[in-house]
């Protein structure tokens, strides 16, 4: 059992925890979500990715009701514990201006990686259209029609209609539309970094669209809107940018090792983000 | 059509459960739709036009799970729910009393099993240290199985296990053999009275398998973690275990495996060498000791020179008896790759697909003599480097082992998946005449290896009427695997079977090197 008397050891946490009490909202088997209001305080045991709402401590504690975070220490459940020096995770997307022709084989890579393994459910199914045949019952065949046209929009300029269209559809705790849709929001983001040039007003069109009531997807959408994700995608993205195209690779299959399809499908948003906003 | 639904509120189930759920659901006779999704507003909208909706349905929140069914009858509806609960509700079997128990920490761990002096850790290698440290800290030596340990925490580690007259193993140590037990990727070996430090663990397992094989024993196995001997580490850890050894009463015989050390390394383990009163064997694979160490000190080309050295020294004979063991070896081997010569009319090239890394190192010394300059995505000179890893050029050999093959899979020693689909591409190519591979058994390598390799082998055999294949087995008869009955069932499959690595290589160059004598 995960014990609260020994003193808890912080290893990491996020650039984007407000301050302020947070009360639990649910408990999961490897994590505590914490909320104030609408905003998100995510606690996770060693071993999973410092993100920029969450707070890793060596291990999930017993039980927990309460966090307050002053900016200086938090407090869990009236213990404080000071933040160690480097703890704190830089959520920035990390993107170089490498020259163009490496980045396109680095996207290609990538895109090549995620229609071989990502996830069979995955919103992959929009870059490989091969993989609509692994949806098989009317509800899922349903769901893939309903994708596809929310991303023609989003394609075709329409953004309010592709992403009002897609949010909180499919698979997972985090639907797979919220996840392509963080993914398309990083992926505009990484664009204004690579080419400078002024995407804020296509964010904010599909950022005000995407939102809905799901907690955990509100705050990943408003990392995603704000240029941040946590450290497995943005290894991705930082890879991306490199000019090594194993980097790439390495990158993106530690994403989709991951077993959920959440990563194939921030990947899958992420392509048709950039490339969408590229094309501009 | 009987629709039936169910609301989980507030549940939380991973995407891979949901997933195995509506598998699962649409699998069931009888069920003809199915939805198993989180109950937002959009895939309600997506459940309504399916004509699953029903006011349960209607009534949930977004945080709450909805699954829906309709069904030819609704005996087909409530046995589709049944299977579906059946897999929500399962959980992990408890274990049973007197059965290992899962601690919830360190401290749990030391205090429910006492008397314990070593820690296996294997977690992510930037929380590796902090553990790791706090192992040194309760008296506990530490195997560090985890990779991706920054150098300086290697050092601090152990430079503080030093102190305390501890060792530790690693990080990226995947074998051990303490006091008999077999640790990680280790095999189930005689006890007897050689020592072995190795900074490989591939070559840790070769050398300990066949000096077991050859009725010799190990007393202890200490790895070191391939980074030890490079310049930034000063063979730290090598060094203490070689002291170790030095002063272990039931260890007569010491055995060194590395790939070549830092030569500012290779210095002090020479000097420590030197002064150790026992005969010391070495195998530095693409290195080589030039100056004499002392009088009994006996260099190595290969792990299987090595090992044959050792087990010889280690009955009480003369380690140049260990030649006569090769050679009868080669005796076999050179009929072997007579008739295999005969049947190659267009192909030339061998391929060696190895899920051990000091293999590829070790192919790379072995094979040259006989097939001229070997590629390899681990070359031992980079000029003989491939240019890519997945289209083989020439004669090849690659390590299946490295990063590039396995992030996100498991060690291609447990899954052969990806080198099975190797095994059958290259068969399929003409101008490939030799597949080398190598097997390791043991303990955390695969179980079943013969389930998972015998199809592809033969779908190779099909593909090519001119391939020979050649394969080492690691191992020893006490392995879970049981090495003859691997062996047997390879040989019976058409694969020629030698007992070592080296062997294997000199085998697998000899036929490319006869066949080309035949078609000039």
């Known amino acids: ?280 | 059509m009987p629709i039936k639904t169910t609301i989980k509120k507030g549940a939380y189930f991973d995407s891979v459960a949901l997933m195995q759920v509506a598998k699962k659901l649409n699998s069931v006779p009888g069920v003809l739709d199915s939805a198993v999704v989180m109950a937002t507003k959009e895939n309600k909208g997506l459940i309504k036009a399916s004509g699953l909706l029903t006011a349960e349905v209607e009534k949930a929140g977004e945080n709450d799970l909805a699954i829906a069914v309709s069904a030819r009858t609704p005996e087909a509806a409530e046995a589709a729910f049944k299977a579906a609960e059946e897999l929500l509700n399962k959980k992990p079997a408890a274990a049973s009393p007197g059965a290992d128990r899962r601690a919830a920490g360190l401290d749990d761990a030391v205090t429910a099993l006492g008397g314990a002096n070593l820690a296996v850790i294997s977690v992510a290698g930037r929380f590796a240290g902090p553990l790791a440290a706090d192992c040194l800290d309760k008296g506990l030596n530490v195997m560090l199985f985890s990779d991706n340990v920054p150098v300086e925490t290697e050092i601090a580690l152990k430079k503080e296990a030093a102190k305390k007259g501890l060792l530790v193993m690693g990080p990226d140590c995947g074998t051990a053999i303490i006091n008999g037990a077999p640790i990680a990727f280790a095999n189930s070996v005689r006890r007897g009275n050689i020592g072995v430090v190795a900074a490989s663990g591939t070559g840790a397992q070769e050398v300990t398998a066949l000096i077991s094989n050859e009725g010799a024993g190990i007393s202890q196995c200490l790895g070191t973690g391939g980074r030890d001997v490079k310049a930034e580490v000063g063979g730290l850890a090598f060094l203490q275990a070689l002291a170790m050894l030095a002063k272990d009463e039931a260890t007569r015989v010491i055995l060194l495996v590395s790939k070549p050390p830092h030569p500012s390394v290779m210095k002090k383990i020479t000097a420590a060498v030197k002064k150790i009163r026992k005969p010391v064997v070495a195998v530095l694979l693409g290195g080589e000791v030039k100056e004499k160490v002392k009088e009994d000190f006996y260099p190595a080309r290969t792990l299987e020179e090595a090992a044959y050295k050792a087990a010889c020294l280690g009955k009480g004979l003369k380690a140049a008896k260990a030649r006569e063991l090769i050679y009868d070896m080669n005796l076999r081997a050179g009929e072997l790759a007579k008739k295999e010569a005969a049947k190659k009319k267009k192909s030339r090239f061998l391929r060696g697909l190895f899920t051990g890394g000091t293999f590829v190192g070790e192919a790379q010394v072995v094979l040259p003599e006989f097939t001229g300059p070997v590629l390899s995505n681990a070359p031992l000179d980079k000029k003989y480097r491939l240019k890519n890893s997945v289209e083989l050029t020439g004669h090849a050999v690659i390590d299946l082992g490295e990063d590039e093959f396995t992030v996100g899979r498991p060690h291609p020693m447990i899954d052969f998946s990806l080198r099975n689909k190797m095994i059958v591409s290259e068969a399929k190519k003409p101008e490939v005449s030799v597949l080398l591979l190598d097997l390791v058994l043991g303990y955390g390598a695969n179980l079943k290896p013969l389930d998972d390799l015998l199809p592809p082998l033969a779908e190779a055999f099909r593909a090519n009427k001119e391939l020979s294949i050649v394969a080492s087995v690691t191992g020893t008869e006490a392995d879970p695997q049981v090495r003859s009955k691997v062996v047997r069932a390879l040989e019976s499959a058409g694969v020629l079977v030698m007992p070592s690595n080296a062997g294997a290589c000199r085998l697998a160059g000899e036929i490319i090197r006869l066949s080309a004598k035949e078609k000039r």
Request: hydrophobic letters at 45%; glycine letters at 12%; charged letters at 20%.
């Open chain 1, 1 to 280: 059992m995960p014990r609260i008397s020994a003193p808890v050891k912080l290893l990491s946490y996020g650039d984007l925890i407000e301050k302020g009490e947070y009360k639990l909202h649910y408990r999961f088997e490897h994590a505590v979500n914490l909320r104030k209001g609408q905003a998100l305080l995510t606690i996770l045991p060693a071993g999973r990715p410092a993100g920029p709402f969450n707070l890793v401590l060596e291990e999930l504690p017993e039980k927990i009701s309460k966090v307050s975070f002053d900016g200086k220490a938090f407090l869990l459940n009236g213990d404080r514990v000071a933040l160690p020096r480097g703890a704190k995770y830089d959520s920035r997307l990390a993107v170089a201006r490498i020259p163009a022709a490496k980045l396109t084989a680095n996207l290609q890579r990538l895109r090549k990686l995620i229609c071989d393994s990502a996830p069979s459910k995955s919103a992959v199914f929009l870059l490989d259209a091969a993989r609509e045949a692994g949806f098989k019952s009317g509800f899922e065949r349903r769901f893939v029609a309903r994708m596809k046209e929310a991303a023609v929009s989003l394609a075709m300029g329409a953004y309010e209609a592709g992403a009002g269209g897609m949010k909180g559809l499919g698979f997972g705790m985090t639907p797979s539309g919220d996840d392509f849709l963080g993914g398309y929001l990083l992926g505009i983001n990484a664009a204004e970094l690579y080419s400078a040039k002024n995407l804020g007003l296509v964010k904010e069109r599909v950022y005000t669209s995407a939102l809905g009531s799901n907690l955990v997807s509100n705050a990943f959408l408003a990392a995603s809107f704000k240029g941040r994700a946590d450290e497995r995608v943005n290894a991705v993205i930082r890879a991306l940018f490199s000019p090594s195209g194993r980097a790439t690779q390495k990158a993106a299959e530690e994403l989709l090792a991951v077993g959920h399809t959440s990563g194939g499908d921030i990947a899958a948003g992420f392509l048709y983000g950039f490339y969408g906003v590229m094309n501009i």
